[in-house]
């Protein structure tokens, strides 16, 4: 199903918070903003936007402000700012890593946890994940889903995030390009949202399955949330989280 044939089984919260319930007032970024300004450049205008089906190629002209980049509104400023704090900055050292090693990344059967948060890397990989979650969490409101109630109970300091599973990958596609365009001197990285997948249940209109990746370069994340999940995998529970090929993981 798609466009008004899911309109039945959304659940619009309004302008409300969806992890506090409060009234929702801020705009979380699809990609951190962070990541926008460290790919915009000295000199460059805008960066270049691309949607996918509908939505063609369009210019970013703002890391901060475009609309492409953001969610509607769906959380408050305690939950975006000082709540989540935690996990920005962890999720920036992750990015910073990723972006410092993307020509040996390809290589590494491995991302270890220590090279990125020292011996603080069992909070620091849990922190991340919290990071995704909630990003996962945003997109889902965004799309006028109800949010499982798991994510919160991660987000509020769960230890795990229950019915997630969640791999680090590489893409060789991307890997690929990257390679590509470096023998033309060009430093190919891009920020990637792949689509989103879910299944609804019929009877009960409710979502059972929710699954998608977010990525840096061709370095990423993949989750994919069910209802009835109960053996998750999840990489933040190791200190050498295996960094998987994506085409060889089952099911994609």
Not at 19 to 32: D, L, M, N
Not at 124 to 138: E, M, P, Q, S, T
Not at 220 to 232: I, K, P, Q
Request: proline share 4%; charged share 25%; hydrophobic share 35%.
């Amino acid at each position: 199903m798609s466009g008004d044939e899911l309109l039945p089984y959304k659940s619009p919260a309004g302008a409300v918070c969806w992890w506090c319930g409060a009234k929702a007032t801020t705009r979380e970024h699809k990609f951190k903003r962070t990541d926008l300004e460290r790919m915009w450049g000295a000199g460059d205008q805008y960066l270049v936007h691309y949607g996918g089906g509908k939505m063609p190629l369009s210019k970013v002209t703002s890391a901060r402000k475009s609309q492409q980049i953001r969610f509607s509104p769906n959380l408050c400023a305690q939950c975006n700012n000082a709540r989540s704090q935690p996990f920005d900055r962890a999720y920036d050292r992750f990015a910073e890593y990723v972006w410092a090693n993307l020509d040996s990344l390809r290589r590494r059967r491995y991302l270890d946890a220590s090279d990125i948060y020292g011996n603080d890397w069992r909070i620091g990989f849990h922190d991340l994940a919290r990071y995704v979650v909630k990003h996962v969490g945003c997109r889902i409101a965004d799309s006028d889903f109800a949010v499982p109630q798991d994510f919160r109970d991660f987000l509020d300091g769960g230890d795990r995030a229950a019915h997630m599973h969640m791999v680090t990958f590489k893409d060789r596609d991307l890997s690929r390009w990257r390679t590509r365009a470096s023998r033309q001197g060009i430093d190919a990285a891009g920020l990637h949202i792949d689509p989103d997948m879910a299944v609804i249940n019929r009877s009960t209109h409710a979502m059972t399955m929710y699954s998608s990746s977010l990525g840096l370069g061709y370095v990423g994340v993949m989750y994919r949330w069910e209802e009835d999940a109960s053996n998750t995998d999840p990489f933040y529970i190791y200190k050498l989280a295996p960094l998987h090929w994506r085409h060889r993981l089952p099911g994609v």
